[in-house]
């Protein structure tokens, strides 16, 4: 398979049916998430990134809210550790400094926050869970990472 895949973004309303398809999978299917803590209110006002494979279909997905945070980061199994994440997380921090955003937090499965602190974000606070799974607050200072 090759590792050629094209970063972009999505409109809620026309990508829906393909970012709930990753969703879905990595997150209720994969993780155990209940269904019911997957869907929010706030999915059709966020910024959608999406990774697309050369057949067109969609490899990872993450989000941008107007209140500054990423979520949702998800990426296929099979395209793990080839560069999506990276840049699923690069489309969605030069939307964030577009709008003048100072600073930009996420929530961290444990496991993920080296990949997080590799990009120069920096974890504050407990760690508590989320749907099950344990997590970490992290924030980036987009003014020192620009």
């Known amino acids: ?3 050629a ?3 972009r973004p999505a409109d809620w309303k026309h990508g829906e049916a393909a970012i709930a398809e990753v969703r879905r999978k990595v997150f209720v299917e994969e993780q155990g998430v209940p269904d019911a803590l997957e869907w929010e209110s706030i ?9 697309v494979s050369p057949t067109q279909q969609v ?5 941008l809210t107007n209140a500054a945070k990423i979520g949702r980061m998800a990426v296929m199994p099979n395209w793990r550790r080839r560069g999506v ?9 030069n939307v964030a400094l577009a709008l003048g955003f100072g600073q930009v ?4 499965q444990i496991h993920a926050m080296p990949f997080y602190a590799r990009r120069g ?10 749907a099950g799974i344990p ?12």
């Open 1 to 3: 398979m090759s590792d």
């Open 5 to 7: 895949f094209i970063v």
């Open 43 to 51: 999915d059709p006002a966020c910024h959608w990134f999406v990774a």
């Open 59 to 63: 490899i990872g997905i993450v989000r």
């Open 85 to 93: 994440g990276w840049a699923l997380l690069d489309a969605a921090l």
């Open 105 to 108: 937090q996420l929530s961290a």
């Open 121 to 130: 974000f920096v974890a504050e606070g407990p760690e508590y869970l989320d």
């Open 135 to 146: 997590h970490r607050s992290m924030t980036l200072n987009l003014k020192d990472s620009a």
